[in-house]
C-alpha cells in the first residue's frame, strides 16, 4: 500500500510538513486524493488550535501557516498576542484558589505591588480602583493564613471590610469580622491597666474560649469558600481591569 502512493506522498511533504506514516495514513483515508489529505492536516490542526484557544479558524489557520504547521510553536504565539495574564489564567486553571494566587502574582509583577502599598496613596495611584479591591482582600487573606484569625481582625480590616461589602456583596462576613475585632478588643481592654505580665496571656485564653468570638471564627470559616468565588467572579467581570 505503501508502494502505491509512495509519489503522492512526496508531493503531500511538499505542500504540508509531515512525516512519512503519518502521510501513507492520510493518503490511504482519501484513497490518494492529496488535496483531501491536505485539506484533513489542515482542518485537524485548526480544530486543536481552536479548541485550545478560541480563537476564529481563519486566525488559527494564518498563524498555523506562519509557524509551518507547528501546534505548540502556534498557540504560543497566539497566547502571548492575543490574550492577558489573567485571561490565560482563567482559561488554563480550574482551582480558584490557585486562579487567584496567580493573578495576585501578575499585579504584583507588573505594579511592582508591596504589602506597605495598602497604606501608600502615591503607591497606588496609578493602579485601577478595581485591582486596589482585589489586592485588599487578598492580602488580607494571606496574613490570615500566615498568622491567624485573631491576629488577622487588626490587618487592614476596615478597608477590608469596606471591599466585602461594596465591591463583593458580602455584607454577613464583614459584620461578623467587625464583631469578633470588637469582642476582642473588649477583652485586651479589660487587662489593659494590670499591672500583670501575663495580661495579654489571660485576654487571649479568655478570647479563645468566648462562645461569641468562637462563632465568628465559624463564620469566616463557612463563608471563606464563597470569599474566594466573589473574588474570582469580580475578576472576571472586570477583566478588562487585570493584566
Known amino acids: 500500500m505503501n508502494e502505491m502512493y509512495k509519489d503522492k506522498l512526496e508531493i503531500l511533504q511538499q505542500r504540508i510538513p509531515i512525516g512519512d506514516r503519518q502521510g501513507f495514513t492520510l493518503l490511504e483515508k482519501t484513497e490518494g486524493d492529496t488535496d483531501e489529505a491536505e485539506k484533513y492536516f489542515t482542518e485537524e490542526r485548526i480544530s486543536i488550535i481552536v479548541n485550545k484557544t478560541g480563537i476564529p479558524s481563519e486566525i488559527a489557520l494564518h498563524h498555523l501557516q506562519e509557524n509551518n504547521f507547528d501546534i505548540k510553536q502556534t498557540i504560543k504565539i497566539i497566547e502571548n498576542k492575543y490574550f492577558t495574564a489573567t485571561e ?3 482559561k488554563k486553571d480550574n482551582d480558584k484558589e490557585e486562579v487567584l494566587d496567580k493573578i495576585f502574582s501578575a499585579i504584583v509583577k507588573k505594579y511592582d505591588w508591596k504589602r ?22 487578598m492580602e488580607w487573606l494571606y496574613f490570615e493564613n500566615w498568622e491567624n484569625y485573631e491576629s488577622a481582625l487588626f490587618y487592614h480590616l476596615d478597608m477590608v471590610t469596606e471591599q466585602m461589602r461594596t465591591k463583593l456583596n458580602l455584607p454577613q462576613l464583614a459584620y461578623a469580622l467587625e464583631k469578633a475585632r470588637s469582642i ?21 485564653n479568655e478570647l479563645r474560649n468566648n462562645k461569641e468570638f468562637i462563632a465568628t471564627e465559624e463564620k469566616f470559616i463557612l463563608l471563606k469558600p464563597l470569599l474566594e468565588e466573589r473574588l474570582y467572579e469580580f475578576v472576571k467581570n472586570n477583566i478588562e481591569k487585570f493584566p
Do not use: G, Q, R, W
Open 184 to 204: 476582642s478588643n473588649s477583652f485586651y481592654e479589660k487587662y489593659e491597666t494590670s499591672k500583670d505580665h501575663n495580661n495579654y496571656t489571660k485576654a487571649t
Open 88 to 90: 490565560l489564567i482563567l
Open 116 to 137: 506597605s502599598s495598602l497604606n501608600d496613596h502615591d503607591e497606588i495611584k496609578d493602579i485601577p480602583h478595581e485591582l486596589y479591591s482585589f489586592m485588599t482582600v
